[in-house]
Nanobody, 115 residues
Framework: QVQLVESGGGWVQAGGSLRLSCAASESLFTFNTMGWYRQAPGKQRELVAEHPRWGSRIYAEVVEGRFTVSKDNAKNMLYLQMNSLKPEDTAVYYC?????????WGQGTQVTVSS
């Protein structure tokens, strides 16, 4: 069973930065797409950024230019660098990995941005 473990969440003031990490138990080459999602209280889970195995990275419009998704295939790691954080970025952030017929989620890491 694939395991995804997020880390790096925490509390930060508006304008600050955080770097989230996602450690995968299997090679990233076995996944078609990896990405970051978030869910704020009372809201649906939404896509933040996606890093396909082929093709361009995709960002939600609200984070474009502030967040950067990257991978380290040698370490089986996915990252999300978050800069210029805003209070509305407060949410639980989840790592996701997709294969042709399966999707895997991490347990989530809390990010809280204070104004």
């Amino acid at each position: 069973q694939v395991q995804l473990v997020e880390s790096g969440g925490g509390w930060v003031q508006a304008g600050g930065s955080l770097r989230l990490s996602c450690a995968a138990s299997e090679s990233l080459f076995t996944f078609n797409t990896m990405g970051w999602y978030r869910q704020a209280p009372g809201k649906q889970r939404e896509l933040v950024a996606e890093h396909p195995r082929w093709g361009s990275r995709i960002y939600a419009e609200v984070v474009e230019g502030r967040f950067t998704v990257s991978k380290d295939n040698a370490k089986n790691m996915l990252y999300l660098q978050m800069n210029s954080l805003k209070p509305e970025d407060t949410a639980v952030y989840y790592c996701k990995a997709d294969r042709a017929h399966d999707a895997y989620w991490g347990q989530g890491t809390q990010v809280t941005v204070s104004s």
